[in-house]
T-cell receptor, first 116, second 113 residues
């Protein structure tokens, strides 16, 4: 079974530019999450999809961030325009229905975003 | 304010000895707790979880202890192996609300051969 796939693995962009991160969850996983780790600190929740619907986007920092999940499959996270403080590692995770607390999420390897 | 705290950024242990990683939380609504392990350039990998109705959960070399009154949990690894060297994250969630997890900032464990 393929894991959670994220690309690109690294992205370096200039302040003010736009970047789109992509996540392909494990096939059949209805739940998809985005998290971010900034400067080696804690991993922070951004948002949660159930199929194509946003279940919880309380962690999205501001309206420069836009997440979509097409047809309940892959998801994209767009940052427009990027600011220096957006630098960090963006993780995507997925889980099947049922309580993820027992089984945990499956995380992707992350996209390291550097805004210069 | 951080609701999940891992106050030790790093820990070094000799191979074969016990590793104890600690985590404190402040939110009384948390009723599930998880530990994840992360190697460089990889995503976090789920290790073990515990519900607030328990005070201990074991899985092979890994045991998680929960002290609800102290709002403290710990992960014990016995015996420690060099392959256990990684960053360990504590995470917490509330089953009564959304499925987001709140993570600590991680502890870098180094197991010395």
């Amino acid at each position: 079974e393929a894991g959670v796939t994220q690309f690109p693995s690294h992205s370096v962009i200039e302040k003010g530019q736009t970047v789109t991160l992509r996540c392909d969850p494990i096939s059949g996983h209805d739940n998809l999450y985005w998290y971010r780790r900034v400067m080696g600190k804690e991993i922070k929740f951004l948002l949660h999809f159930v199929k194509e619907s946003k279940q919880d986007e309380s962690g999205m920092p501001n309206n420069r961030f836009l997440a979509e999940r097409t047809g309940g499959t892959y998801s994209t996270l767009k940052v427009q325009p990027a600011e220096l403080e957006d630098s960090g590692v963006y993780f995507c995770a997925s889980s099947q229905g049922g309580d993820p607390y027992y089984y945990g999420y499956t995380f992707g390897s992350g996209t390291r975003l550097t805004v210069v | 304010d951080q609701q999940v705290k891992q106050n030790s950024p790093s820990l070094s242990v000799q191979e074969g000895r016990i590793s104890i990683l600690n985590c404190d939380y402040t939110n009384s609504m948390f009723d599930y707790f998880l530990w994840y392990k992360k190697y460089p350039a990889e995503g976090p990998t789920f290790l073990i979880s515990i519900s607030s109705i328990k005070d201990k959960n074991e899985d092979g070399r890994f045991t998680v202890f929960l002290n609800k009154s102290a709002k403290h949990l710990s992960l014990h690894i016995v015996p420690s192996q060099p392959g256990d060297s990684a960053v360990y994250f504590c995470a917490a969630g509330s089953s009564g609300s959304a499925r987001q997890l709140t993570f600590g900032s991680g502890t870098q464990l180094t197991v010395l051969p």
